[in-house]
């Protein structure tokens, strides 16, 4: 799609160019008609983002009904390895688009099986990518390298090795980029942030936040692989295994993350949910561009939960659903009782505390915290709307909520947090060079090979 909105973006590629960059690939172009979406309401063709998704499980079809709603986007391709998910998907996206249009015979939304016949496709603006972690790196730097904007769900990579080439990728081609972490979008989240950083309740010493455990190595059985399922692209740049539904339910997904129990497809909770929280943990102590110095696991005995230290003395524990008063500090005015908020987080400063967790929660001590006026709620969105303001910053090129460095950064605390599991050891960790400190047999866990032909 060309319009004015990217007259001040970087040059587009040309077809010859994408062909080049994914040579590997099969590119299939699938246009759509500028009228094929005719109805009154929705914005003209030349000024709808036309995108792109790659992944359909769980989360991705949360995120095309979200697609789907936004009058001036044209959700023009889906693609997953999973026939009955990609097909469903179309199908979704065809019956909803002929209802707008008032065409039972409409169609219009292109079906992939291969992510790189949909990259090859010059009418794609931007491309958001629900594929599992395993993924996330190498169709990123590819959709860059293509010219395409970008949304990638959390956690970004499966290595910090990962997380930093795509740093360099979207920077390189100055694509927009949009985090999976949604909470960035979410007034509470804001709220708590600010006031943190607001000196709210003194300097900051401790943070609580749940979802504690990793994962490790595990062997199933084979079987069968589903008629529908193309088992080696699943696979992807993973190490091979033999298929096993557990690692992939055939056709509608049961849960969002069945195979993170596995440590060639991701990091366990860690990195499938606790990552969240350290996203807003990292927001909130001003470390978007930083990151922990230490990370203690239980594993050697010096502490009972698992350990980041920031530089400052600040501690941040990754904690069951409740604090134990024979194992944690318990803040002043916090009752043992209460469950920590899945997702959010408990920041303890030496003047109180704020709790902040989804759909609105919010609590602190001295509750008077909270009584602190903040116009700048007003201006933030719902987390309905993370991926509003992804659209929007495309056509502005401005910054998104959850920058592609922002995401990467509180990705890479998930990892480490997991290194220290697997090894069992503390581990310093240079947050400017991005290294750890005097340990090459933990610095192995930073990179893992890629099954060929995929590279990065």
Known sequence: MHSARHRHTSRRVTRREVLGRLAAGI?????????????????????????????????????????????????????????????NAQRNVEQTYAARAGDASFRGCSAYNDFRELLGRVDIDAVLIATG???????????????????????????????QAMIAAVERYGRVFQGGFQQRSTPEFHRACQLVQQGAIGKVELVYVTFPGTNGDVELPPEPVPDG??????????????????????????????????????????????????????WALGMDDSGPVEVIPPETGQVPL?????????????????????????????????????????????????????QGFLTAYPADILKQEDRSLARTHSVHDHHRDWLDCIRSRGRTASTVQSAARSTIVAHLGCIAHWTGRALRWDPQKMELTDDQQASRWLWRPIREPWTL
């Open 27 to 87: 590119v299939v172009p699938s246009i759509v008609a500028p009228s094929a979406l005719g109805a009154g309401r929705l914005a003209p063709p030349s000024e709808r983002i036309v995108v792109g998704l790659i992944g359909i499980g769980a989360m991705g079809q949360g995120h095309l009904a979200h697609l789907l709603k936004y009058d001036d986007v044209q959700v023009a391709a889906v693609c997953d390895v999973d026939r009955w998910r990609r097909e």
């Open 229 to 282: 399922l193309d088992w080696d692209l699943w696979l992807g740049p993973a190490p091979y295994r033999p298929y096993n539904q557990r690692f992939h339910p055939y056709g509608k997904p049961p849960r969002v993350v069945p195979w993170d129990f596995c440590r060639d497809f991701g990091g366990g909770n860690l990195t499938s949910n606790a990552v969240h929280s350290f996203d807003i943990v990292q």
């Open 133 to 163: 972690d395993r993924w996330h790196a190498v169709v990123t730097v590819m959709a860059a390298q293509a010219g395409k904007d970008i949304y990638c769900e959390k956690p970004v990579s499966l290595t910090v090795r990962e997380a």
């Open 306 to 358: 698992l350990t980041y230290k920031y530089t400052g003395d600040v501690m941040l524990h990754v904690a069951p659903w409740r604090l134990d008063p024979q194992k944690h500090h318990i803040p002043k005015g916090w009752d043992p009782n209460t469950a920590i908020s899945a997702f959010g987080a408990v920041y303890v400063g030496q003047h109180g505390w704020i709790h902040v967790g989804r």
